[in-house]
């Protein structure tokens, strides 16, 4: 399979399928052994997105690329198989910080170099695996992204998107609320002609999006029980109010 397909658009920007398809083939290494299966989050983007970008588009080839390169830093282990960057070159950073490199990037994991040391989260204590379990078990349904606009293209395409997730899980001890957590964000990524990512800059407000995650409040040793018990919700009517 060519990286090149026939609609004649580089591979990385196509339907994220088509990429895991070409990475399959190309023994990728992936983490953990395991091929990722996005049939949950396509379930979930049917039903929720607010957006739906017209094949070719530049909003969907930009969020084409967005998702193939999330895919690729969730997924594959070795940075140097990323197809949808300038290995040598590439650069993140958020909110103005620190610029990590894809090496950096697929050892720490996107979250815990989108979230800063704050109160309610310590991404310097946090592995790659650690926090995904933190950010998959508060959302157990899943937490889609999609492209909102597009602003400017090639070679700097600045645009704005959005994740949201049910908050249905514990967020560290503090207790669900139910509701749906969205963030909103900018980012600007520098890409070459054929359309690989040399930088990403991403701006949102991660201090908001934690006072959702702890709007609920602690949960104490109750909650924390009957949150486990499959009649938790029916034990719940006989705690004292």
Not at 78 to 103: A, C, H, I, M, Y
Request: with cysteine; glycine share 8%; hydrophobic share 35%.
């Amino acid at each position: 399979m060519s990286a090149t397909q026939s609609n004649d658009l580089p591979l990385w920007v196509q339907d994220r399928d088509k990429a895991i398809a070409y990475s399959v083939e190309s023994n990728t290494e992936w983490r953990h052994g395991k091929v990722p299966d996005y049939s949950r989050s396509k379930e979930n983007l049917a039903k929720e997105s607010i957006c739906n970008h017209l094949e070719g588009s530049l909003e969907a080839i930009v969020q084409n690329l967005v998702r193939t390169f999330e895919m690729e830093v969730s997924f594959k282990s070795n940075p140097q198989q990323w197809l949808s960057v300038v290995n040598d070159k590439f650069r993140v950073s958020t909110n103005g910080g620190k610029e990590f490199t894809g090496e950096e990037l697929g050892a720490k994991g996107t979250y815990n170099i989108f979230m800063a040391d704050s109160e309610h989260y310590k991404s310097s204590e946090e592995s790659f695996e650690s926090s995904h379990e933190i950010f998959h078990s508060t959302f157990p349904g899943g937490f889609p992204w999609e492209l909102l606009e597009v602003y400017s293209g090639p070679p700097n395409v600045a645009f704005k998107w959005r994740h949201w997730g049910h908050f249905k899980g514990a967020y560290k001890d503090f207790a669900p609320t139910g509701e749906t957590v969205e963030i909103v964000g900018m980012s600007l990524a520098r890409v070459t002609d054929d359309l690989k990512i040399i930088s990403m800059e991403h701006y949102f407000d991660n201090s908001l999006f934690l006072q959702k995650l702890t709007a609920g409040g602690k949960q104490t040793d109750v909650d924390k029980v009957t949150s486990r018990c499959p009649f938790g919700s029916w034990l719940n009517r006989f705690k004292k109010r």
